[in-house]
């Protein structure tokens, strides 16, 4: 079972950032994509950003310029660095990842992705 853990979530002023971090063992597969997603109160789970075992990524338009989604050296940990945050991006943030190899347009759809991490709150003060 692939195991996902989210990590550094927490609050900031608008305008400021934060970096958030998640472990996931899906290195164990050849080839997986991983995301963040983001669920705010009384909305649905929407894709942040995504990224696959060769490094193609892609971004929702709301965080375009102001995200960035990476993979730590191991390739174990994916990061999330969020700058220039504003009160819209107060969410819980969560870590998810699959045994796919490519990230197609139906990325955002929570029903694609298999393993999924408990989530971290971020909060963003006006």
């Known amino acids: 079972e692939v195991q996902v853990a989210e990590s550094g979530g927490g609050s900031v002023q608008a305008g400021g950032s934060l970096r958030l971090s998640c472990y996931a063992s899906?290195?164990?597969?050849?080839?997986?994509?991983m995301a963040w997603f983001r669920q705010a109160p009384g909305k649905e789970r929407e894709g942040v950003a995504a990224i696959n075992s060769v490094g193609t990524t892609t971004y929702a338009d709301s965080v375009k310029g102001r995200f960035t989604i990476s993979q730590g050296n191991t390739k174990t940990t994916l990061y999330l660095e969020m700058n220039s945050l504003k009160p819209e991006d107060t969410a819980i943030y969560y870590c998810?990842?699959?045994?796919?190899?490519?990230?197609?347009?139906?990325?955002?759809?929570?029903?694609?992705?298999?393993?999924w991490g408990q989530g971290t709150q971020v909060t963003v003060s006006s």
């Open positions: 998810a990842a699959d045994p796919q190899a490519f990230i197609t347009n139906t990325w955002s759809s929570v029903t694609t992705w298999r393993y």
């Open positions: 899906i290195y164990a597969f050849n080839t997986y994509r």
